[in-house]
């Protein structure tokens, strides 16, 4: 695999934005920030470039790709937006909402962000720094998030570089992500149903609220990346728990306290925005063992305990 020998670091000022740009018109690999996770951007049209990313994350090729748009017209360009699309992207664009959409034939995007599919997931991210990104390359971006395949996603910088540091070309280091949870994800149908496919911030009922009642689950994996274990630390995790075993690392939230906490008040926000950063803390301790406190099932705890189930699931 080819090696960069250094990652730049940028500021998220507008020498950080341009440079980043540059580097991404050319066909290089950039970590930007979004209000959910750091995505690893590239062209979307371009075959190389796309096919560095696969590269540097060690990502399966049967896994697509999200493609990142500054506006609305530019998603137009590359899938069939219907009446529930454009209504979906006025109101939670821009926004942590992922649309999977019929793909148009004359769609610019390299065959590897689709993998084949005949839709194609699109967002619009609303992190000013990767917006004022997106406007200065003037070309969607196809987006996974910024960490090798199987680690824990990252909400920092910092995060970016444990599992991709001379891997790619740079990374603009603008704080810890404000979400902390990827997308949600919801296909929507020819014949006018949709299902969710990935929860996230933008829950189940909200959505049923402005579309209906969702399809009954058809049984198939579509979002192929949701079929791996994902987001695993690299050892063991015991969910619901209330204190700490011998060997633990416990993540408390609420009235558990463990050695770090996802929010000591309960806010459900703030677990969201702490889960990763408190992921990658496990990680790093020398405790051979993970212990997570309960989640309530509960608004964006959804997401949570969606994300903390697969963090738990055995290797495989
Ligand atoms: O918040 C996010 O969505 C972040 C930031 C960077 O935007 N991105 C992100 O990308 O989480 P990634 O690659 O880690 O997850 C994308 C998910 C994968 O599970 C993939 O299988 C699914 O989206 N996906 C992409 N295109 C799809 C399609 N056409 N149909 C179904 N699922 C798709
Ligand atoms: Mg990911």
Known sequence: MDRKSVTEILSPDAKGIARAAKILREG????????????????????GAVARIYDAKGRPGFNPLIVHVAELGEAGALVELDPRARALAERFWPGPLTLVLPRRADAAVASAVHAGLPTLAVRCPAHPVTRAVLAQVGMPLAAPSANASETVS???????????????????D???AEQGLEST????????????????????????????EEEAASGEIEAPGQLARHYAPGKPVR??????????FLIGFGAVVGDVTLSPSGDLQEAARNLYACLHLAKASPKPRVAVAPVPEDGVGRAINDRLRRAAAPAT
């Open 154 to 172: 990252p909400t920092s910088a910092e995060h970016v570089l444990a599992t991709l540091d001379g891997r790619i070309d740079a990374v603009i």
């Open 174 to 176: 603008a704080g810890p």
């Open 28 to 47: 290089g690999l950039v970590a930007v920030p979004t209000e959910t996770v750091y995505g690893l951007a590239a062209r979307a049209d371009s075959d």
């Open 239 to 248: 969910l619901g728990a209330s204190n700490a075993q011998a060997g633990e």
């Open 185 to 212: 994800i919801i296909a929507l149908r020819q014949g006018g149903g949709w299902s969710l496919l990935r929860e996230g911030p933008v829950t189940r009922d909200t959505l049923r609220a402005v579309l209906g």
